[in-house]
C-alpha cells in the first residue's frame, strides 16, 4: 500500500485540549514517565517491531518477503483511512477536528482476522478540508484498526466500509462516506520512515548532530535502511568508507538478527534522538512563547522520544516485555551486573533505565519552560545513556565469538549489527579505536574476534562518550557468580589495565538523581511541568 507512504507531518498532535495537550497530566504514564501529549500512536510502533520479529521467525522466504513490507508501509502506528463524502462535505472540516461513525459491522468474510458489531469509533481529520470536498482522510483515535501491511489484518477498530459520520462536537451536523477497509487504510508511521535522512534536515541541508555522525561513518544518509534491506535481501551494502556488512553468505537466522537489530537499534533508536532535536529545533526557532512550550509541538516531540524509546509494551510501569531500547537495556543489565538503583545488580530495571527516566523526565520540564540550552544538554546526555545497551551487546558477542568460540552464524551477526550501531560515536572520539573494533567484530570475522582489543577500544573512549566502566559493567557469569574471564570492568578483579578511566561507583555526566526531580516541595520555584506531574 505504498499511497500511504507518507511524510512526517510534525503538526499531528494527540488528542486533549484544544492545543492536543493535557492541562492535568492524566495520559497514561510509559514506563513511570507521565506524557503531557497523546502519544498513543507513536507508541505502538514498537508492535510493527514486534510482528517483523513474528514474521522473521517463520525462516521462510514468505515471512522475510511479508517482514520487508511490514517495515516499508507499517501497520499499527498513526493508521489513516481515505474516505469517498459523493455528497461533499456540508461545512469545513478544520484538521484534528473529531468525528464521530459506526465500527466495521461482521459479517461472512474472513478476510480480516478481527471484526465487531456496530460499535462507536472515533476519528479526526488528517488535514484542513473545505465545504464540497468529496475526498478527506482521517486518523484513528482509538485502537484495532491494523490493516497496512499486516499479514493478518485487525479491522475491529475501523469504521465501517459505508456509513455516516457525525461531528463530535455537534451531532446534528453529518456526512455519509464510502470507502474499502482492507484497501484504502494504511499508516503515516513505518520504521522504514525513521531512516530518512529528510527526518534529520530541520532546514539549509543541516543534519542533526548525532545522525550525522553515522552519515560521516558509513558514507551514506540512508546507512540504517542499506544495511536492513541487504540483510532482507541477502546481500551486501555498499557504503563509500568501505564499512561494510556483508550478508550474501548467512543463513535466514543471522540475516533476521541484523534485520531485528538495525530496524530496533539503529532506525527507531536514531529516531528517539531525532524527536529530541527536533524539541530543541522548535524551542529555538520561535515556536515557544517566550518562558513556555506548553501547548506547542514541542512538548509533544519529547513525549514521543520516550515512546520511540519504550514503546507500549512496556506498560506504565516498564514490567513488560517490550521490544525497544528499554527492553535491550534491561536485558544487557543483567549480563553485565548493571541493573538496580545502584547499577550493581543482575536483577531489576537497568541502571541507565532509571537515569534515562530523570534525563527524560528533565527534558520535558525544560522544554515546557522553554529552556532551550538546557534541553540540549539532557539530549546530550540522553544519547550517551542510549549507548550504554550498544556497547555491553557489541562486548557480549565478541566475547562469545573470541573467548567461547562460538561459531555460528546468529552470533557473529549480532556483534557485527551491536557493533555497527555504536561505531561511530567511537569513531567520533577515535577513527583508529573504530578500526579495531569494526576489524573483530565485522561480517565474515569467521569468529576470530579479540575481545580483549575490542574491550580496550572501547574503554579507552569512555570518557569522550560521556560513559564510564560502572556504566557498562562486565560480562557476568551466572554459574561461577563472577565475571567471565577478561571481561571484568577496570578497577576489579581481571579488569585489565585501559585507559577508560576509573569508575567512580555510578552513572558519569552529571545526571540527576529520582529524589533531586521529584523535591518539588523544597523547591520555591517549581516548574509547570513538574506542578502538573505532582497533581
Known amino acids: 500500500m505504498t499511497a500511504f507512504k507518507l511524510a512526517f507531518v510534525t503538526l499531528l498532535l494527540g488528542v486533549g485540549t484544544a492545543s492536543g495537550q493535557s492541562s492535568s497530566g492524566d495520559y497514561e504514564a510509559i514506563v513511570g514517565f507521565t506524557p503531557l501529549t497523546d502519544v498513543r500512536d507513536q507508541l505502538r510502533i514498537d508492535l510493527d517491531q514486534q510482528k517483523i520479529e513474528e514474521l522473521l521467525e517463520l525462516e521462510t522466504d514468505e515471512g522475510f518477503a511479508a517482514a520487508q513490507k511490514l517495515y516499508i508501509e507499517g501497520s499499527f502506528s498513526k493508521t489513516v483511512s481515505n474516505l469517498t463524502v459523493s455528497a461533499g462535505l456540508p461545512i469545513d472540516l478544520p484538521q484534528k477536528t473529531t468525528l464521530v461513525g459506526v465500527g466495521t459491522v461482521a459479517s461472512n468474510d474472513t478476510t480480516a482476522v478481527s471484526k465487531q458489531d456496530s460499535g462507536s469509533v472515533e476519528v479526526f481529520a488528517y488535514q484542513n478540508y473545505t465545504t464540497g470536498d468529496t475526498e478527506i482522510r482521517v486518523q484513528y483515535i482509538n485502537e484495532g484498526c491494523y490493516v497496512g501491511a499486516n499479514p493478518d489484518p485487525v479491522i475491529a477498530g475501523c469504521l465501517a466500509d459505508n456509513g455516516t459520520l457525525a461531528f463530535a462536537n455537534d451531532t446534528s451536523t453529518t456526512f455519509e462516506y464510502t470507502y474499502n477497509a482492507l484497501e484504502d487504510t494504511g499508516n503515516v508511521y513505518s520504521i522504514q520512515l525513521f531512516t530518512n535522512s529528510d527526518e534529520y534536515n530541520f532546514e539549509d541541508d543541516v543534519l542533526t548532530v548525532d545522525f550525522k555522525k553515522f552519515v560521516d561513518f558509513y558514507g551514506s544518509e540512508s546507512y540504517a535502511d542499506d544495511i536492513i534491506i541487504a540483510a532482507f535481501e541477502g546481500g551486501k551494502t555498499s557504503f563509500s568508507t568501505g564499512k561494510d556488512l556483508d550478508m550474501s553468505n548467512y543463513d535466514l537466522v543471522a540475516r533476521a538478527e541484523i534485520i531485528s537489530k538495525a530496524s530496533a537499534y539503529m532506525a527507531v533508536w536514531m529516531y528517539v534522538v531525532r524527536e529530541l532535536e527536533h524539541a530543541i529545533y522548535l524551542c529555538e526557532t520561535g515556536d515557544c512563547d517566550e518562558n513556555s512550550c506548553f501547548g506547542k509541538p514541542a512538548v509533544h516531540e519529547v513525549d514521543e522520544a520516550v515512546a520511540f524509546y519504550a514503546g507500549s509494551l512496556e506498560?506504565?510501569?516498564?514490567?513488560?516485555?517490550?521490544?525497544?531500547?528499554?527492553?535491550?537495556?534491561?536485558?544487557?543489565?543483567?549480563?553485565?551486573?548493571?541493573?538496580?538503583?545502584?547499577?550493581?545488580?543482575?536483577?531489576?530495571?537497568?541502571?541507565?533505565?532509571?537515569?534515562?527516566?530523570?534525563?527524560?523526565?528533565?527534558?520535558?520540564?525544560?522544554?515546557?519552560?522553554?529552556?532551550?540550552?538546557?534541553?540540549?544538554?539532557?539530549?546530550?546526555?540522553?544519547?550517551?545513556?542510549?549507548?550504554?545497551?550498544?556497547?555491553?551487546?557489541?562486548?557480549?558477542?565478541?566475547?562469545?565469538?573470541?573467548?567461547?568460540?562460538?561459531?555460528?552464524?546468529?552470533?557473529?551477526?549480532?556483534?557485527?549489527?551491536?557493533?555497527?550501531?555504536?561505531?561511530?560515536?567511537?569513531?567520533?572520539?577515535?577513527?583508529?579505536?573504530?578500526?579495531?573494533?569494526?576489524?573483530?567484530?565485522?561480517?565474515?570475522?569467521?569468529?576470530?574476534?579479540?575481545?580483549?582489543?575490542?574491550?580496550?577500544?572501547?574503554?579507552?573512549?569512555?570518557?569522550?562518550?560521556?560513559?564510564?566502566?560502572?556504566?557498562?559493567?562486565?560480562?557476568?557469569?551466572?554459574?561461577?557468580?563472577?565475571?567471565?574471564?577478561?571481561?571484568?570492568?577496570?578497577?576489579?578483579?581481571?579488569?585489565?589495565?585501559?585507559?577508560?578511566?576509573?569508575?567512580?561507583?555510578?552513572?558519569?555526566?552529571?545526571?540527576?538523581?529520582?529524589?533531586?526531580?521529584?523535591?518539588?516541595?523544597?523547591?520555591?520555584?517549581?516548574?509547570?511541568?513538574?506542578?502538573?506531574?505532582?497533581?
Open 315 to 535: 506498560g506504565t510501569d516498564g514490567s513488560g516485555d517490550g521490544v525497544l531500547t528499554y527492553n535491550l537495556a534491561d536485558n544487557r543489565a543483567s549480563d553485565f551486573k548493571t541493573a538496580g538503583e545502584n547499577g550493581d545488580s543482575i536483577e531489576g530495571t537497568a541502571k541507565v533505565n532509571i537515569d534515562l527516566l530523570e534525563e527524560f523526565k528533565k527534558a520535558s520540564d525544560h522544554i515546557v519552560n522553554a529552556e532551550c540550552a538546557s534541553v540540549r544538554d539532557d539530549t546530550t546526555r540522553i544519547v550517551q545513556l542510549m549507548t550504554i545497551p550498544l556497547i555491553q551487546g557489541t562486548l557480549r558477542y565478541a566475547y562469545f565469538t573470541g573467548e567461547q568460540n562460538d561459531t555460528t552464524q546468529k552470533s557473529e551477526a549480532e556483534g557485527a549489527i551491536f557493533a555497527a550501531s555504536v561505531l561511530p560515536f567511537v569513531a567520533a572520539c577515535n577513527e583508529a579505536d573504530a578500526e579495531i573494533i569494526y576489524e573483530n567484530t565485522k561480517t565474515g570475522q569467521a569468529n576470530s574476534a579479540n575481545f580483549t582489543a575490542v574491550k580496550d577500544a572501547f574503554e579507552r573512549n569512555y570518557e569522550c562518550m560521556g560513559v564510564t566502566p560502572a556504566d557498562v559493567g562486565g560480562l557476568w557469569d551466572t554459574e561461577t557468580n563472577d565475571y567471565f574471564p577478561l571481561a571484568a570492568p577496570p578497577g576489579t578483579s581481571d579488569g585489565g589495565t585501559s585507559e577508560g578511566g576509573t569508575s567512580n561507583g555510578g552513572t558519569s555526566g552529571g545526571a540527576l538523581g529520582f529524589s533531586t526531580h521529584m523535591a518539588l516541595g523544597v523547591s520555591l520555584v517549581v516548574s509547570l511541568s513538574s506542578f502538573i506531574r505532582a497533581f
